[in-house]
């Protein structure tokens, strides 16, 4: 059995604490262009997507931005779902981030967070990997457009814009320079220069796949019946 705890940001440091050490052992999946574990500077990305949602849980100038964490019955917090509200004519939510340990995954932990935010607002949106989509399909979310390597998916009609941390001010944290820098000095330029080569190639790939992911469903969704 799970228990599903509700906060508001900032979020008290044990329970931040739990859900950073999910974020750094998830990063390549809760990344948005999942950074390879072979690449010379993955520190570097895995304490890039760290510190963002670090940021979105400790701030004091998000009151928009709540989290859920799932706990078994002995208080192990095993996933969390990051996400921001905002009210226009209606209360919405967008869901930002949402992973679960690797060992708790397949046993209702995501779909018992899920219908909790879904308590919270009947207006959703998130994005995720195509491989993803008919998860939250079965959630009622519907594909709407793509963001990058993702597709965008939406319950209702949602129109309202929550807080969103600027990628480049993320890339001045000292803490994120120096796991870059310490990256880069165990790694030489040609093989850098490689890795960095095939990354992009994989990111691209990436934006292709959902671009053609989105065309061929609504292309199905045209057909007659």
């Known amino acids: 059995m799970l228990t599903i705890a509700r906060y508001s940001t900032p979020v008290a440091p044990a329970a931040c604490q739990t859900i950073l050490e999910l974020v750094s052992d998830n ?30 849980i400790t701030r004091h100038d998000f009151p928009q931005i709540e989290v859920l964490t799932a706990a078994t019955v002995d208080g192990q917090v095993i996933g969390f779902l990051l996400f921001g509200l905002v009210m226009t004519d209606v209360l919405e939510c967008n869901i930002y981030y949402t992973s679960v340990h690797r060992r708790f995954r397949r ?56 807080p969103v941390v600027e990628p480049m001010d993320l890339m001045r944290l000292e803490v994120v320079e120096r796991a870059f820098r310490e990256a880069m000095e165990k790694t030489n330029k040609r093989d850098l220069k490689h890795a960095d080569k095939r990354f992009q190639v994989q990111i691209t790939k990436m934006k292709t796949r959902a671009k053609e992911f989105l065309e061929t469903r609504r292309s199905k969704a045209q057909e007659p019946v």
Do not use: W
Not at 29 to 54: F, N
Not at 128 to 144: L, N, Q, T, W
């Open 107 to 162: 046993k209702g932990a995501m779909t018992q967070m899920m219908n909790s935010v879904m308590d919270i607002s009947s207006t959703l949106a998130l994005s995720c990997d195509p491989s993803m989509v008919k998860i939250y399909e079965r959630f009622g979310f519907m594909p709407a457009d793509v963001r990058e390597t993702q597709v965008v998916m939406f319950i209702g009609k949602p129109k309202g814009i929550t």
């Open 27 to 56: 990063a390549t999946s809760l990344s948005m262009t999942r950074p390879p574990l072979e690449h010379p500077l993955y520190d570097g990305y895995r304490a890039l997507i760290v510190e963002e949602i670090r940021t979105y």
